[in-house]
């Protein structure tokens, strides 16, 4: 079955949950990938509807609708303190998109150069230090793998990697396990904790991952796994789960990336609507 | 007790260089009218306390009035990033402390709870700790082991937008609550806009939702649209495409200023007027 980039990463993504644990739905691609794991192999997850809100509901990508999802498919509404319980007590999932990612899994989301003074000012590290000290599994992913994004040191580290001061001062919790990118699927299990290949995406060759990496990418050993393609039950599910094809944006760019945004924002009431029919609370 | 009160007259109690904390979250909920006529009172020298702040930070910071924020996160999410927000961090005489997102939530705890500082783990194996100076590591007294301690906030206002309340100061949240309640609580005086006032006992119907209790407010103003550009859920979601026009605006100062003169120094009215009338709200808007 054909199946697209976007819908062969949120798969490789889903299959990495598993057990009882809440479910940030932050992004399309982690909101797709909690849902087709939910509707296979772990249905004991609780997916939320929104970065911090609206536990037991099914997740439909939008520009503005998480909090009204929640509201009309009745969603249990829980508040940051229950969010940031959920994290401290390990009972919390979330995929991380970062605007750069180093050979030790450090984390970037505040600022493209020195801090002091960015050459471009990000966002701040919002959660991010929460789940990188708290969290037993951690899982980032990058939409354009290349040396800009995959980088030899951060320049700012927003979530904490491997290295000596982890091991001093965290352990294991909140540890990077896995990153996966437009290339392949990678681990954080290489010489001092560093980023090994893990498996490449079909069609992808060694050396464009080497070429597209600010560093030496450890682990391609003779017989490199290829990552499994999406199945036709996970493509349907991711389809079904989001007709306006909000995933989509996160790879485009330009006019094209503009042109869709506006289609979805204009679109969003409607495919909420027919998806939940509205009903008043008052 | 009534509490209601005018807009202007909350932002009229606000002295130069005070401490404000804003509820909401990026574009969901944030207390914009609030803001405006904050903005519109001619306050400067304002310290912004914001878990993940918005349009209200950047809006701010674009007319100069600001010389502090304290945040965890500052952007448009879906919008990308603040305009002003990012001018400001490359290249002002603003101070920025970069907090997390529980760490704002302990600080505005500790002042709550009446103790100079909280410990946790976030933090730690992160350069956050390197570039906020407000941060100490502590050893812990009974195991040894090092925490952060993040100190107390102590907001001398909180401006929170929520969708009901009672002329008493209770408030009732239905969408995501974000950290409005600990921004009420902490602050020594918390003004509270809502979209509709409601009468007698109306309000209490809504059980566990009342998340602002009115012995933490001082002030609550009517202001349907109140959020505006951002969203209130679930009545009506952020306008994208205002903030499209928004971004643009902050591109050029002629532009920024002319886009002043239309949205920022109009009474609340005047700003829904411009923004195509209630019936215009609803059709773009409502969900």
Not at chain 2, 156 to 161: E, G, N, Q, R, S
């Amino acid at each position: 079955m054909e199946y697209s980039l976007d819908e062969l990463m949120i798969a490789t993504m889903a299959h990495q949950f598993s057990g009882e644990v809440m479910v940030s739905s932050v992004t399309a691609f982690g909101a797709l990938a909690a849902l087709v794991a939910k509707k296979t192999h772990a249905p004991e997850l609780a997916v939320l509807a929104t970065p911090e809100s609206g536990m037991e509901v099914t997740p439909l990508p939008t520009l503005t609708l998480g909090q009204f999802l929640t509201d009309v498919q009745r969603g249990i509404p829980l508040t940051m303190e229950e969010i940031f319980d959920a994290i401290f007590c390990d009972l919390f999932r979330i995929w991380i998109n970062p605007a750069q990612i180093d050979q030790f899994g450090n984390v970037n989301i505040s600022a493209i150069g020195p801090w002091q003074r960015p050459k471009v000012a990000l966002v701040g590290s919002r959660g991010i230090p929460e789940d990188t000290s708290h969290l037993s599994q951690i899982f980032y992913y990058v939409l354009h793998h290349n040396p800009r994004s995959v980088v030899s040191r951060v320049d700012f580290r927003s979530g904490a990697g491997n290295g000596p001061e982890r091991d001093q001062l965290l352990g294991r919790s909140g540890a990077p396990s896995l990153l996966v990118t437009d290339l392949g699927v990678f681990t954080f299990s290489g010489p001092g904790g560093s980023m090994a290949i893990l498996s490449l995406h079909p069609g992808v060759t060694r050396e464009m991952v080497q070429e597209r990496t600010a560093f030496p990418v450890s682990g391609f050993t003779e017989s490199i796994e290829v990552t499994p393609e999406p199945t036709a039950e996970e493509l349907a599910i991711i389809r079904k789960a989001d007709p306006l094809e909000v995933r989509k944006l996160e790879l485009l760019s330009g006019d094209k990336a503009a042109e869709k945004f506006v289609a979805i924002y204009e679109r969003e009431r409607q495919a909420l609507h027919v998806a939940w029919p509205a009903r008043s609370r008052i | 007790m009534n509490k209601t009160l005018t807009a202007e007259a909350m932002v009229e109690q606000i002295s130069d260089g005070a401490s404000i904390t804003i509820g909401g979250s990026s574009l969901s909920r944030k207390p914009m009218a609030l803001v405006r006529a904050l903005a519109r009172s001619g306050r400067k020298n304002l310290t912004l306390i914001v878990n993940v702040g918005g349009p209200e930070v950047d809006l701010l910071l674009g007319l100069g009035v600001v010389t502090k924020v304290i945040y965890a996160f500052v952007g448009f999410e879906v919008m990308g990033l603040a305009p002003n927000f990012r001018r400001a961090r490359q290249n002002s005489n603003v101070t920025f402390e970069e907090w997390t997102e529980y760490t704002v939530m302990a600080g505005l705890d500790a002042a709550i709870k009446r103790v100079p500082f909280l410990p946790t783990r976030a933090g730690l194996g992160t350069d956050v700790l390197a570039v906020n100076p407000s941060f100490r590591t502590i050893t812990d007294p009974f195991g040894g082991e090092t925490l952060v301690a993040v100190p107390a906030i102590h907001p001398d206002f909180a401006l929170i937008h929520v969708n009901y309340a009672d002329e008493r100061g209770n408030g009732v949240i239905l969408g995501d609550g974000h950290i409005d309640v600990l921004c009420a609580k902490a602050a020594k005086t918390t003004f509270m806009s809502c979209e509709r006032i409601l009468h007698g006992d109306e309000l209490q119907r809504f059980g566990r939702d009342v998340q602002i209790m009115r012995i933490h407010t001082q002030g609550v103003a009517e202001l349907p649209w109140g959020a505006h550009p951002t969203g209130c859920a679930p009545e009506y979601r952020a306008d994208l495409r205002h903030m499209e026009e928004y971004m643009e605006a902050t591109g050029d100062l002629e532009r920024w200023h002319a886009y002043q003169d239309r949205m920022v120094w109009v009474d609340h009215e005047q700003y829904l007027d411009r923004m195509g009338g209630r019936e215009g709200l609803v059709s773009r808007l409502h969900v």
